[in-house]
């Protein structure tokens, strides 16, 4: 069985010493390797910005897109082979700006898909500007003045999109994060992973200190009840978003895949393309 | 007894005027008549005329009628609308409920008939189509038995007592119009049909058809006119053979998804018109760039923007052909007949593979929607071909090397291997990359890379690029044109060449890359070339141009109101360029 060391390659990230994203992919790793899969079975498709190309540094197939496309690319993948397990993968502008409307549509569709977001609050390949999830009044090079739109609430808009599973994670604590994407990638339908993950060369706001003063983990509120949906709004509205662990998760719904008429069991890819004369003669017979 | 027969049907939409056209043409395909149908179908003037004008012929027949022989008429906007397009040897049915007025510059007489209170006096005034067929049916001196059988098919499910209703609505227009004919009975008959039966479809048909005989399992797609046809298709039939379909948030997440979808190993496709197409352009590019398969069908409608969303255009050539920021190789191809949009599809299902990169196959929106007979599709000629996919054993790779996805190869063609492959691992991605698909931006690497893909190309098996038909070494004139002008092109190139022209046509199937080799000849055999196209600037006799010159004796007849070009009309405008 292969362990988180097969899920490595020989590919060095280029991302900043000290980065968030190396949590997230080391997570990503662990719990690939914990939930009993091998690498070729595994796709990552990520976006386009310094998390997108976590796509080439996990020994998996690997796809890395245009930006906020991430998502509907891996749920193709994961139409037409359903016995992959897909993650995708992206930063908060590429799920949150450009990608905004995939990511409501691929959580509402329900397509069996884990999404990791290495949410920082700025863009940092295109060297700090403004993102969605800054904070009003976040200076970048694009606010000089201070962000003026509110930030936006990705949790509040899972849940509120008919989301079957909403996680939030943050990269200094790997146990935990692993813990959350493993039960993601085990989760029957799309499973939304939010994780906080410091830009340290441009988000000298949200850094690791502030993060471990403003986080509290679910597992330490009394009675939190995952199940409970109306709870867990309440809770990331009352926390202003800023908790970790399995926020809701929906086991009765059904995947899309499951709800399809029709869809076959075995992956698309393996099934014969050929129609039989009998078949086709079947379709002409209607237009005749 | 008339060879050709023009019907159209118009009234308020919503009033049934598709489903008369659908059943006078059922009846007549199965009497063995060849038929064209063109929709009008948006609200031009207030109140949402729809007509359906279905020309009918015992031979074959490739366009749409110059005249009308009987327009039937729900209301008095129909009559407003059409009666131009009559002759003096034409008629007009119209319902009395309306009290209709046969306009003072009329050519053809006015006839009255109470559609409106025959069907009510049978039950519900909605059967006032079927008296309408009825009608139509005393016109061409037949007998009301041929459409039992489509009105079994239409109603059966309601019953025999609904199917006796309609059966009875049907007879009692035949009465009624034979009484009014008097001695003119028999006038409009039209000469016998050989009774074979042939397919009746429309082309998104003939392509959606196309892709499942191609093998594609999978599809994603937005909603849109004049495509949408080709989605719904795909969804009734898909679940029967496993696949699926998914209606996605825009033609962005369509596209991307469908390559997703061929990157996972399924063959997979999209389909849309302009607007979707511009949203589709980064997707065109990122399948260029990682080699992945696509196919995308452009069903062309009237541009800019929303423009003119149900009618006939053949703007968006330049947006397929040259779309998309940087360069990649692509191939586009434009079927021009049903059978052409049948095996089209499929071959670009297979070029799309072979090749590994996107192609689109466009059509316009009289192909698209235009209703039309086809000998049935040969089966035997359906091929899939999904070129180089690895499906030996790999062996491990040393140090968890990537596969060579874009491993350097003679003919530019890299072996394909699907995720869920053992020791098949690799990357792909939109940045430039290496062999292994690792991102590399060193300034020989992109040459090598840059070559390579366009080098596939050479390798592009495509039937049959140019439609020709040259009788003439030496031609007084070269026709082109491409997808849906075909028919129209064809009767012009008969009349002209029974005045005595020598008239050659070309309808170009391959638009890229385009066959000049094929091409060039034409042109240079001819003393003028008239590129005939529904679009304001030409696009077409300029990619000409640019390919293979001939700037000095190259004309344009463009047409952008957005209609077909009819017969006549372009028959009179190759004759004014040839003066």
């Given at each position: ?66 930006h ?49 977001v ?10 700090g500007q ?34 079957t ?69 309440h ?32 992956p ?15 379709l ?5 | ?19 008369t ?6 009846a ?69 409920k ?50 039992q ?182 191939v ?33 929106l ?33 140090n ?81 044109g ?49 590129v ?48």
């Amino acid at each position: 069985m292969a362990t988180f060391k097969d899920f490595r390659n020989s590919v060095k990230p280029n991302w900043c010493p000290g980065c968030g994203d190396f949590s997230v992919q080391a997570a990503i790793q662990r719990a690939a390797a914990n939930v009993g899969i091998e690498p070729h079975e595994l796709a990552v498709v990520a976006g386009i910005g310094c998390s997108g190309r976590i796509a080439g540094y996990i020994n998996s197939y690997g796809f890395h897109g245009i930006h906020g496309r991430a998502l509907p690319i891996a749920q193709g993948v994961k139409m037409a082979n359903r016995n992959l397990n897909v993650i995708a993968s992206g930063g908060d502008g590429d799920g949150f700006a450009i990608g905004m409307a995939h990511t409501v549509h691929a959580i509402r569709r329900n397509i069996d898909i884990t999404y990791v977001v290495m949410d920082n609050q700025i863009y940092g390949l295109t060297k700090g500007q403004t993102s969605p999830r800054s904070a009003q009044g976040f200076v970048t090079k694009s606010t000089p003045g201070g962000a003026i739109e509110p930030s936006l609430k990705p949790l509040e808009v899972a849940l509120s999109s008919g989301a079957t599973f909403v996680a939030q994670g943050f990269s200094t604590d790997i146990k935990e994060l692993t813990a959350l994407i493993e039960a993601g990638i085990q989760h029957k339908g799309f499973s939304f992973i939010n994780v906080f993950s410091p830009c340290v060369t441009y988000n000298k706001i949200n850094t690791y200190e502030w993060f471990k003063e403003h986080l509290t983990k679910l597992s330490d509120i009394e009675g939190y009840d995952s199940s409970n949906r109306e709870l867990a709004m309440h809770t990331v509205m009352d926390k202003e978003g800023l908790v970790t662990g399995i926020i809701y998760q929906d086991t009765e719904t059904k995947s899309y895949q499951e709800k399809v008429p029709g869809y076959s069991e075995q992956p698309l890819a393996d099934l014969d393309m050929n129609l039989t004369e009998d078949q086709f003669n079947e379709l002409v017979k209607e237009f005749l | 007894m008339l060879h050709q027969l023009s019907w159209k049907v118009g009234g308020q939409q919503g009033e049934g005027i598709e489903s008369t056209g659908e059943m006078f043409s059922m009846a007549m395909n199965r009497l063995g008549y060849h038929l064209y149908g063109y929709r009008h179908f948006s609200s031009r003037i207030k109140g949402g005329h729809t007509n359906n004008k279905i020309t009918v012929r015992p031979t074959k027949v490739r366009a749409i009628a110059d005249d009308l022989d009987i327009l039937v008429a729900f209301d008095q906007e129909t009559i407003e609308v059409n009666y131009k397009e009559l002759t003096e040897n034409s008629i007009i049915l119209a319902d009395a409920k309306f009290n209709p007025e046969k306009p003072e510059d009329s050519k053809a007489p006015l006839y009255i008939v109470p559609f409106t209170e025959i069907a009510t006096e049978l039950g519900t005034s909605l059967m006032k189509n079927m008296v309408a067929i009825g009608a139509t049916a005393a016109l061409l001196n037949l007998k009301t038995p041929v459409f039992q059988s489509v009105v079994e098919e239409i109603f059966g499910r309601k019953g025999e007592e609904v199917v006796r209703k309609n059966m009875e609505a049907i007879q009692k227009g035949y009465d009624a119009m034979s009484d009014l004919l008097g001695d003119r009975v028999g006038e409009w008959e039209l000469a016998p049909a050989d009774g074979k039966r042939r397919m009746y479809m429309i082309g998104n048909d003939a392509v959606a058809l196309g892709a499942l005989a191609a093998g594609a399992r999978f599809m994603s797609a937005y909603p849109i006119t004049p495509a949408s046809e080709i989605m719904e298709y795909l969804i009734a039939k898909l679940p029967k053979l496993g696949g699926a379909v998914i209606q996605t948030e825009d033609e962005i997440a369509a596209a991307t998804m469908a390559i997703g979808a061929n990157f996972g190993g399924a063959r997979s496709f999209t389909a849309s018109a302009g607007p979707g197409l511009s949203l589709m352009m980064e997707a065109i590019g990122l399948s260029g760039m990682t080699e992945q398969p696509l196919v995308i069908v452009d069903t062309q409608r009237g541009g800019p923007s929303t423009g003119l969303p149900t009618k006939q255009e053949q703007s968006d050539l330049m947006a397929m052909l040259y779309g998309t920021h940087g360069e990649i190789p692509k191939v586009v191809i434009a079927p021009s007949t049903l059978e052409e949009a049948f095996f089209d599809t499929i071959q670009a299902f297979n070029i799309a593979e072979e090749l590994q990169l996107p192609v689109i196959l466009m059509t316009d929106l009289q192909l698209s929607l235009g209703k039309q007979t086809t000998d049935p599709f040969d089966y035997s000629k359906i091929e899939i071909r999904r070129g180089k996919i690895v499906d030996d054993v790999l062996e491990a790779p040393e140090n968890k090397d990537y596969f060579k996805r874009y491993e350097n190869t003679e003919d530019g063609i890299s072996p394909r291997v699907f995720p869920g492959t053992e020791n098949g691992i690799h990357h792909v991605t939109g940045v430039e990359h290496d062999e292994t698909g690792k991102p590399n931006e060193a300034p020989k690497n992109r040459e090598v890379q840059m070559d390579k893909r366009f080098r596939k190309l050479e390798k592009l098996n495509f039937d049959t690029p140019v439609y020709v038909n040259a009788p003439n070494e030496e031609a007084d004139v070269l026709l082109v044109g491409f997808n849906s002008t075909r028919g129209t092109i064809e009767e012009v190139q008969e009349r002209l060449t029974t005045e005595g022209l020598k008239v050659n046509h070309a309808h170009v199937r391959l638009l890229f890359p385009f066959p000049s080799q094929e091409m060039a000849p034409l042109v240079a055999n001819a003393k003028k070339v008239i590129v005939v196209e529904n679009n304001k600037t030409s696009q077409l006799a300029n990619i000409m141009k640019m390919n293979i010159g001939g700037h000095d004796k190259t004309y344009s007849i463009t047409k952008y109101d957005g209609t077909p070009f009819l017969p006549r009309e372009l028959t009179n405008k190759v004759k004014e360029l040839l003066d």
